[in-house]
């Protein structure tokens, strides 16, 4: 697909916006519309897209299953661990109150807004590297028939 | 959703059965991926009209970038048009129209649309509301914050079953590597 | 090299009109995005003169696309004209058009341009001859001309 | 008012592209259909983004248009191919920078 | 000023209506596949060109018109991609575009694939 000139040219030029916008979701979740959720199936689909044009194998190289074998479950990890670190801090599970701090004031955000960072993060990681397994999965087969 | 956005949302739903409909009727499996995708970019309207973003939002990202792709490969494994033709099975039809009905029935209790005084709207909405205003200072987006702080435990539910739908898929469709069979 | 710091000019630039957030934990965040943007890409290998087309300069926005709508609007209007017709006067056409770009870069702007203008569609693209589907014959007609403006356009656009 | 108007041209617009993409005759009118669902859905977020003065919500409208042609490349590539594996037509050596262009067309 | 402001939208937003109707009129109207693919690129550029820059109008110099601008830029290069790989495909799966004037308009029924 990559001597299709026209679609190869406009999917490098917008391919790098797709991911910015992916990142600007993941972190603009708490001022508008957006989250977890969304960024990680936008970030998918800008490597989804490259896929399509440069091949299964060239993505396979940026995005190699290996880090998507390792990126699925540590999203999982981070948000479970987030409830854990609030358990040691000596609140309830997933209770972010407890994570008030004052280092780094101003910079690094603390207490439920630190929690629900930390939480959209390892929804994000996890449902992007899911996307993408599933897309790398079902195009990894021949067609059977 | 406000009073001047009331009379889209008849439409919309119109359109959206319309579409469903078409959907349902068509045997090329090509075309009614196809469909499904006008289906999606309706339900991301019908959505919006409805002052529900963060839901549209979700429905765009899948439907726009991913959904037609995943579809389409799931095609490439199967043949492109469905294989049966589609037959009335009576006692089938009967029990979708008794329940149907009684649905519909159903609804006829529920409150008016955007009454102030339905049960949704009187609890938990409005506490939930105002203890983002005392919790948390700087986030305006009180869906985020219900989901991951108040809904914590569900959304990291939600998360788990993602991550097993990941690893149900890739033990269905990863490729065999030719075992040597114990004789 | 230059493409990468070009397409990450643009990007900090997207990112702070996106966001419009001036905390400082934000902004850390969109230089982190930015970075890790960059680095995708720098992996993926799209960085080059077509990702981030800065040889072109200017000059698309001042001399290029002014007269690139003004062709919309008059083709827009024609194709209106076609369409609202009672016996929709239509007769469609396939020419082929040869490109004087020297880029792909080029091409492609150009074979977009083409599509852009209602009446006319690119369908394919190879080397550097384009398959262009046209509503009518005095619009591939009046196309060809146009596509031959469009084509030298196009070529002073990627400059020297 | 004046929203309401454009939206409801918005709607008709949907509805004429409804009605090609139920009636076909190819699967392809069908895909028109859809890839011009793509634009109606922009130019609808947007009016009722204005209309309910929530311009926030114009990222909806951004997400579209950066991403609804992924669905065309798809379709593009599975009636090439049939496949979304590397086949032998769909991969050269040329790597992304497209040095050696060899067209399939 | 506010209401030449009020007065450009209105006919910016109402030309766009009318435009992107006219696209809609053109998918339906139109005889084959490749014709009504004009007809899509009507509501494409002008349709959805005026209705963007009408709502500019009441933009205002915010983020907001910033965000306009670039969706229309955006639409403006993904849409000829689209409509390009959306014919393409159509030829390489056979569809033949139907070339003879068409006096009688009877529909086209093309190939099913």
Redesign the interface.
Known sequence: MRSFSILRVVAKLLIPYILLFAFYVQFHGDFGPGGGFQAGVIFAAGIVLYGLIFGLRAAQKVISVTLLEVMIPTGVLIYGGTGVICLLAGGNFLDYRVLDHHWGHGLVPHGQHLGIFLVELGVGITVSGVMIAIFYLFAARRQTS | MTESTQFIVIPLLGLLAATALTVARMRDLWAAVMLSGIYSFLGACWMMVLDAPDVAFTEAAVGAGISTVLMLATLSHTSRTAKSRPRISWPALIVVIVTGSVLAYGTLDMPHYGDPDAPIHRFPSPTYIEKTEHDVHDMPNVVTVVLASYRGYDTLGETTVIFTAAVAVTLLMRIRRPEVTAS | MKHTISLAVALGAVWMLWSGHTEPFLLLLGVLSILAVVGICWRMQIIDGESAPIQLGIRPFVAYLPWLIKEIVVANLDVTRRVLAKEMPIAPTVIKIQTHQRTDLGRVIFANSITLTPGTVSVTMSGDEITVHALSPTEAEHDTECAADMNRRVVQLEGS | MLYGLVLLGVVITMCLALYRASQGPTVFDRMLAANMFGTKTVLLICIVSFLIDRTDFLDLALLYSLMSFIGMVAVLRFSKYGTFADVDEAIDQSGPTGKSLRDVS | MNWMLDAI??VL??G??????????????????????????????????L??LG?MF??GW???L???I??LA????????????????????G?Q??????ET?T???????
């Open positions: 939208t209105w937003l109402l766009g209506a009318f435009f992107s109707i006219v696209g809609g009129i053109g998918i339906v109207r139109l005889p084959d596949f490749f014709a009504r693919l004009h007809g899509g690129g009507i509501t494409d550029t002008l349709g959805a060109g209705i963007l709502l009441q933009a915010s983020l907001a910033v965000k306009l670039m969706i955006f639409l403006f290069v993904t849409s000829p991609t689209a409509c390009h790989a959306l014919a393409h495909a159509a030829l390489s799966n569809l575009p139907q070339l003879v004037e068409p308009q529909c086209d029924e093309g190939q099913q694939p």
